[in-house]
């Protein structure tokens, strides 16, 4: 299937220590290109990224990053180490009855303790795994919306073989009837001058010009690659490079069929074919 290197994902989803968001942008490239950006304390999982963008893609730029939101209020949040305190309870109590003293330790001195208290920590392990397994679902929306933008280019591309196809046809059709009206308007020439020519030197000059101006060969060559272009768009892998070659032998076919007109008609016709060649090439740049 034919797939674009234009698209964009967004992941995103909220865990117990905060909020985990993935963006990925991707352009049209001549290669596979990415470029990162991670929180510090996420940057070690960037190998398997790359690896993971190396088995999915072919070409395409691609931007990729990861934001990472740890939850302000669980942040702030103090958590009591509820063995330790009451370690130091019992220690109390056996203070208390060595010293035959009331026990006027108030929970505030309790807290004081080193170690009492404990502020909420980021699982980070946790949030690694977490972010590669969204990290695999935002490449997979990148892929599907890659595919969907490749099946609207695979359409204008397809309405342009079509046209060139409608083109060689119809000039195939017209080929017999500008040759012969080249004839006629070479021996009128001759007619005009008042001059004698010898029967055999003017069929001499007849079939030059008929050989200057055969484009059979040319409209041949302009089927055989719109037909190769209809068959590498019905390809799974990547077919950018080859239908960008294939645009390039297209474009040479129709600057040979310009060169050999000799009326109008075809100039016109191997212009309208140049056009149609270059939005077809305008369109490729972005096919994977």
């Not at 309790?110 to 679902?137: C, E, M, R, S």
């Not at 595919?147 to 280019?153: D, H, I, N, S």
């Not at 297209?250 to 069929?257: D, F, P, Q, S």
Request: aromatic share 4%; hydrophobic share 40%; glycine share 2%.
């Amino acid at each position: 299937m034919t797939a674009s290197m234009t698209a964009f994902a967004r992941q995103e989803q909220t865990i117990q220590w905060g909020e985990i968001i993935w963006e990925i942008r991707s352009v049209n490239h001549r290669y596979l290109e990415t470029q990162f950006r991670l929180p510090e304390n996420l940057r070690d999982i960037e190998p398997i990224l790359r690896e993971k963008l190396r088995k999915s893609f072919a070409r395409g730029k691609l931007d990729i990053s990861l934001t990472f939101r740890p939850d302000a209020e669980k942040s702030q949040h103090f958590c009591i180490n509820t063995a330790l305190v009451e370690q130091l309870s019992k220690a109390l109590d056996q203070v208390q009855s060595t010293l035959d003293q009331n026990n006027n330790i108030s929970p505030l001195d309790v807290l004081k303790w080193p170690g009492v208290l404990q502020t909420a920590t980021v699982d980070y392990p946790q949030v690694k795994h977490i972010a590669l397994n969204l990290f695999t679902q935002a490449l997979e929306q990148l892929q599907a919306m890659r595919q969907q933008e490749g099946v609207a280019l695979q359409a204008i591309i397809e309405q342009r073989l079509t046209r060139i196809d409608q083109i060689t046809a119809n000039m195939r059709t017209q080929l017999p009837v500008i040759m012969q009206q080249q004839r006629q308007k070479l021996q009128s020439r001759i007619d005009n001058a008042s001059v004698e020519l010898d029967p055999g030197r003017l069929e001499q000059e007849v079939v030059l010009l008929l050989q200057k101006a055969d484009v059979d060969e040319e409209l041949d060559r302009l089927q055989t690659h719109v037909s190769e272009v209809s068959r590498t768009l019905k390809q799974n892998n990547p077919t950018g490079r080859r239908l960008d070659f294939l645009m390039q032998e297209l474009n040479r076919e129709a600057n040979t069929l310009s060169s050999k007109a000799i009326v109008t008609d075809v100039t016109q016709t191997a212009v309208e074919l140049k056009v149609l060649i270059e939005q077809m090439r305008e369109q490729i740049q972005n096919i994977e």
